[in-house]
């Protein structure tokens, strides 16, 4: 497990990556290295050169203005699962950041990295996705924002160009009365997600107002499931109703499901509706109990920047 | 006046590991630490076919990679390095360190590359091209046997290593077989339990990965070998023999052994490589395995298939076992492979005086990493399968686990009990043990809870088992390099003592442990006491460390040296004091004659004394220092009871485990903390076999769980706290009464994991599962899919 050979380069702000990118055809850029680094000792990847965005300050960081969330993408799982911006706005994003991989992952790994890695077991994706976020991304010529929705293609490959650099994720705060939640069935070995589900369900007046459903681990890019959320939305949230909207989830998934010898694709499939129902109801409960809502974790340990 | 303060007995005492502050601060020297001027660095080419011929290995990429100073293909090798010994009695193919002309599993050596850096020496290794013919790949033991697909080796045209061994009632040396008891016992039995029983193949997975420093100096003719070993006597031995040296011209070291469970026992082709070549080339040479190598190239645990059946009469008594065992060993034979299915054979009839049990044997090559020790090495597997099917009995004839355990146990009054085996089991109270598990469990209130969660539709279950293992290897007959276990303790001239222990060491604590026995045995405090390990030039002679033996043999040899000593020492006092020996009392520092404090004289003045004896009795030399080895006459067998409460996630099928009781017996203990620190261990290893741990290979015998992505490891978080107890049946085989406790955690768990599961899903009309439990293997269960 040794890396093959490459240049390390190290930048100090976000115009330098650019430079340092157009110089280095082919070097990719090293943040937590907690994707990164496994491939380049497996020998799956071999970069000419790596240009380490570890210590940008102005990628790091969470703020909330102007009804969004802004997290810089160096920001590391932990500070995501132990920030209370997040667990009061983005509840369902602060619960999947937490259940990363193992604390050593989670202090390391950022949330820029995972997402621009798109693994199909990753978690982010699937509550970014859910949550509408969108990525703010510099490219060389300036900076523009992708929608989740339109960020993740493919297995491993997303919307990003050659150049581009995710220098931060916006996450719409919660609405009034939404409730968010994100379900995880893990692989004992990694710990990443064979199936994630996140929900994040608006009630209104006893019923179920705007409702969006998405799933990661069965297929090569996190999916919204619409026919669950269209089966739901403008129900009285009964356990059957739940139910009933989560065994839709099947018109969601196409022929083809990701598989292996630890769970496999027709069992992921039978999977998808316990997931979907669970991670339904524990956010219908959370939207039922917004008046109520526990004051958000105080995190243990703050950087001073935050 | 009396003001020397007390120094208190330690023997029992829960006192801490001293090991552990250089441990947990990344202060203490592994092999990988080892740095000598001039060091080079190997890298191994290693097959990624399971089985071709060798057209070709073309080096020449390799060598012209920058910092490449050879590259050696197993050819070559061959040419100065013969096949490789094994340490069983048993017949075996050859098996070079690198392969010459077929390899036989992925990850087997095909070229070595000696390099200035790692970084080089893996490039260049990767730079090798090798040409194979493909051949069909056999990875199913039981078609293996029928030699088809493919033939491993050309002597072994069905792949059968050895066997089919038989033992047990009717079985003589040099007899016709009788197969009346076992007969008769089948045609009494109101029922016989039938099941075929997969306990699967494991990866050992030491935190630190195996590493060898191979270091000849031509002007001496001498080699030094550092290596992450369990036995550097062993070690010493046989790369002695491989590479044509004295062993008084060879030492091996262990140094800081980072965890070994049976794996590291093995003298492997890396370290004969390594020493060979380093001779070879005169220059010192290091060799580190990376995990995915380790994956690979480190030998496997397990695999066996077991078929028992059981007759029963209604009423619980067994009348007898029959077990025939198909033992997936892999593409070779190591160092122990072909002995560790043989320890299932011996300790197939359990806890039980079963009147009669035969149990038959085959082991088998195929296309895989081969097997080895691996924490417990064959007792669990013996265990497994009579655990399973008294837990089938059990459930079969609706009686509670426990009552059937109770009614066929071996009772205390017929101990030393001899099995139909082969095995003199030393001691035992199995009820005792069992009454305790089931106290502390709180079995009747378990029950109670597991109707309730059931009555709510929770999926709970509720497994018990019970475990007899053989530890304190033994009798020289039973152990091939010799049963015994060496010790020199010595008092130094300030009075400070330092002690050998040939037992080596790699997580078991003994540095403490030997630590407290000697400062009983002295009265001196724990600090003045230094236990001295693992290397072969400090160390005079040893075995090493597996077989839960290094308390109940080493500890012992340890306790022998020390006697010798203090009897000298004692007699240098009694000279001083104007005493008689026997009046002496060696405490607080202090030696005494008894009842009368104010004689007392420093233990340090006593030692020095030894030392510069101006005037001594005439037949005691000077100095304080001696040694003993140590052969046990008999393994220790010890034993204990798990109770384990699962829930099984009823949308999921993922496995939970709510509760975990272990209750061992292990005879004395010198220090509960520590064992209880193996316990636990032993039971995250145990547990993870049952829910978690599996190699898995595809048809074509190419691995599939190849890192930690995919083979996964048990965590701390993963479990319930343990609730455990012991009870104390001291061994008659050492004087220590201590029998042994590093396996007994992996032996116990798995039946009890397993039956817990069982319990959960018998109201799906579940009876047996195989390991290890995949939440889709239980979800279909509970579709209602056949198992
Ligand atoms: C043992 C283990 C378990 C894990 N378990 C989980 C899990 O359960 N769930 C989960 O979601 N993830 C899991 N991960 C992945 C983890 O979250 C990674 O940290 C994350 O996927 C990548 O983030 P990073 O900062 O480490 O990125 P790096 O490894 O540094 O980079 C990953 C890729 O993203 C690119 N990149 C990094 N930052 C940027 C940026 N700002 N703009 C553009 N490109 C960028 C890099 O060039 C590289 O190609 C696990 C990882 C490990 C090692």
């Not at chain 1, 493919?154 to 990003?160: G, H, K």
């Not at chain 2, 959960?760 to 293997?777: C, N, Q, T, Y």
Request: proline residues 7%; contains cysteine.
């Amino acid at each position: 497990m040794y890396a093959p050979d490459f240049a390390y380069y190290r930048a100090d702000s976000v115009a330098e990556i650019g430079r340092l990118l157009r110089k280095h055809p082919g070097a990719k850029l090293l943040a937590g290295g907690h994707s990164l680094i496994p491939l380049l000792k497996l020998r799956l990847a071999a970069p000419p050169a790596l240009i380490d965005i570890g210590r940008i300050g102005e990628l790091k960081g969470i703020s909330v203005a102007d009804g969004r969330l802004r997290i810089g993408a160096l920001t590391t799982h932990a500070q995501i699962a132990a920030s209370s911006e997040v667990a009061a706005h983005a509840p369902a994003l602060a619960a999947a950041a937490g259940v990363i991989g193992d604390p050593a992952v989670r202090n390391r790994g950022t949330i820029g990295g995972n997402v621009a890695h798109a693994d199909p077991a990753s978690d982010l994706p699937t509550v970014l996705l859910a949550l509408g976020a969108s990525f703010a991304v510099a490219t060389d010529d300036g900076e523009r924002a992708i929608p989740a929705g339109g960020f993740f293609q493919d297995m491993m490959t997303t919307a990003l160009g050659e150049h581009d650099i995710v220098t931060a994720v916006d996450v719409p705060t919660a609405p009034e009365g939404q409730g968010q939640a994100y379900e995880k069935f893990s692989h004992p070995a990694s710990r990443y997600a064979v199936i994630g589900a996140a929900a994040a369900v608006g009630l209104t007046g006893g019923k179920v107002g705007r409702v969006v459903v998405t799933l990661g681990g069965l297929v090569p890019a996190a999916i919204r499931a619409g026919s669950v959320e269209q089966a739901l939305s403008g129900q009285a949230p009964s356990a059957d109703a739940i139910a009933d909207a989560a065994a839709a989830v099947s018109n969601d998934l196409g022929p083809d499901l990701i598989g292996d010898i630890y769970a496999s694709a027709e069992y992921r499939r039978a999977m998808a509706p316990v997931c979907v129902k669970r991670a339904l109801t524990a956010a219908l409960k959370r939207a039922s109990s917004v008046a109520e809502a526990p004051a958000a974790r105080s995190p243990w340990w703050k950087p001073s920047w935050l | 006046m009396n003001t020397v303060p007390v120094l208190p007995k330690l023997i029992g005492r829960r006192i801490k590991r001293r090991e552990d502050p250089r441990l947990v601060r990344g202060r203490a020297t592994y092999v990988d630490d080892v740095k000598i001027h001039g060091l080079r660095h190997l890298a191994f080419k290693r097959s990624d076919v399971a089985h071709g011929r060798i057209r070709s290995v073309d080096t020449r990429a390799a060598a012209a990679v920058d910092g490449v100073e050879a590259v050696l293909t197993g050819a070559e090798i061959a040419g100065f390095l013969g096949p490789m010994p094994i340490g069983t009695p048993f017949p075996s193919p050859d098996h070079h360190a690198v392969a010459v002309d077929t390899v036989r599993f992925v990850g087997e050596p095909v070229a070595v590359v000696v390099a200035r850096d790692r970084y080089a020496a893996r490039d260049a290794a990767d730079a090798v091209v090798v040409d194979y013919e493909p051949l069909p790949a056999v990875v199913d033991p039981e078609q293996a046997m029928t030699g088809q697909p493919a033939v491993l080796h050309a002597d072994y045209p069905t792949n059968v290593a050895l066997g089919p061994l038989s033992r047990g009632t009717g079985i003589r040396r040099r007899q016709p077989v009788d197969d009346t008891a076992v007969d008769e016992a089948f045609a009494a039995a109101d029922m016989v339990i039938s099941q075929r029983i997969v306990n699967q193949r494991l990866a050992p997975n030491s935190i630190e990965p195996r590493g060898v420093v191979a270091h000849y100096e031509g002007g001496k003719d001498e080699l030094t070998i550092w290596s992450s070993t369990q036995n550097p006597h062993i070690l010493r031995t046989f790369v002695a023999r491989m590479i044509g040296l004295g062993q008084d011209r060879v030492r091996a070291i262990a140094p800081e052994v980072g965890g070994g469970f049976g794996a590291k026992i093995n003298i492997y082709g890396e370290e004969y490589v390594a020493a060979a070549l380093s001779k070879r080339l005169d220059m010192p040479l290091k060799w580190i395995e990376d995990r995915s190598e380790a994956f690979l190239a480190t030998v496997h645990g397990r695999d066996l298939i077991g078929y028992v059946d059981l007759a029963a009469r209604r009423d619980g008594s067994v009348l007898g076992l029959k077990l025939r065992i198909v033992a997936d060993i892999g593409a070779y034979n190591m160092l122990l492979t072909a002995g560790i299915p043989t320890n299932s054979m011996t300790m197939a009839g359990g806890s039980y005086a079963f009147p009669a049990v035969r149990v038959t044997l085959t082991e088998v090559f195929t296309n895989k990493t081969p097997t080895d020790a691996y924490r417990g090495a064959g007792r669990p597997e013996a265990t497994y399968f009579v655990e399973r099917a008294m837990d089938m009995l059990a459930r079969e004839i609706d009686m509670d686990p426990a009552e059937l355990r109770r009614k066929n146990f071996i009772r205390p009054d017929r101990f030393p009990y001899r099995t139909p085996l082969g095995a003199v089991y030393d001691s035992g109270d199995y009820e005792k043990t069992l009454d305790r598990a089931l106290e502390t469990a709180g079995w009747a209130q378990l029950r109670t809870e597991r109707a309730a969660a059931r009555a709510a539709g929770r999926v709970v279950g509720l497994g018990l088992s019970m475990y007899v293992e053989s530890c304190g290897l033994g009798p020289s007959a039973m152990v091939s390099p010799g049963g015994w276990e060496h010790s020199q303790v010595t008092v130094e001239r300030d009075g400070r003592i330092s002690a050998t222990t040939g037992a080596s060491p790699h997580g078991q604590g003994n540095e403490t442990t030997f630590a407290q026995m000697l400062a009983d045995q002295f009265g001196v405090p724990i600090d003045h006491v230094t236990i001295r390990h693992g290397d072969t030039a400090v160390v005079k002679q040893g075995i090493g460390t597996f077989g839960s033996r290094s308390q109940a043999v080493g500890g012992t040899a340890l306790h022998n040296a020390g006697i010798k000593v203090k009897a000298k020492m004692a007699r240098f006092a009694a000279f001083l004091l104007e005493a008689h020996e026997e009046d002496l009392v060696f405490e607080n520092g202090t030696i005494a004659v008894q009842g009368a404090p104010s004689s007392a004289r420093p233990f340090a003045e006593v030692a020095a004394y030894a030392y510069k004896p101006v005037k001594r009795p005439e037949d005691l030399d000077p100095g304080l220092s001696d040694e003993a080895f140590f052969e046990p006459l008999n393994n220790t067998y010890p034993f204990g009871c798990q109770i384990a409460m699962i829930e099984v996630d009823r949308g999921t099928g993922e496995a939970r485990l709510l509760k975990m009781v272990a209750v061992n017996d292990a005879g004395h203990l010198i220090n509960p903390l520590i064992v209880e620190g193996q316990i636990h261990g032993g039971l995250a290893q145990g547990i993870g076999q049952a829910l978690i741990e599996e190699v898995v290979y595809d048809r074509d015998g190419q691995p599939l769980t190849g890192s930690f992505m995919d083979y996964a490891l048990p965590r701390a978080a993963d479990f319930p706290r343990f609730e455990l107890d012991h009870t104390v049946t001291p061994t008659p085989v050492n004087p220590l009464g201590a029998k042994g406790v590093g396996e007994a955690g992996t032996i116990g768990s798995p039946p009890c994991i397993v039956a817990a599961a069982v319990d959960a899903l018998s109201p799906f009309g579940v009876r047996h599962i195989d390991m290890m439990l995949r939440p889709e293997k239980l979800w279909r269960l509970m579709q209602g899919e056949p198992s």
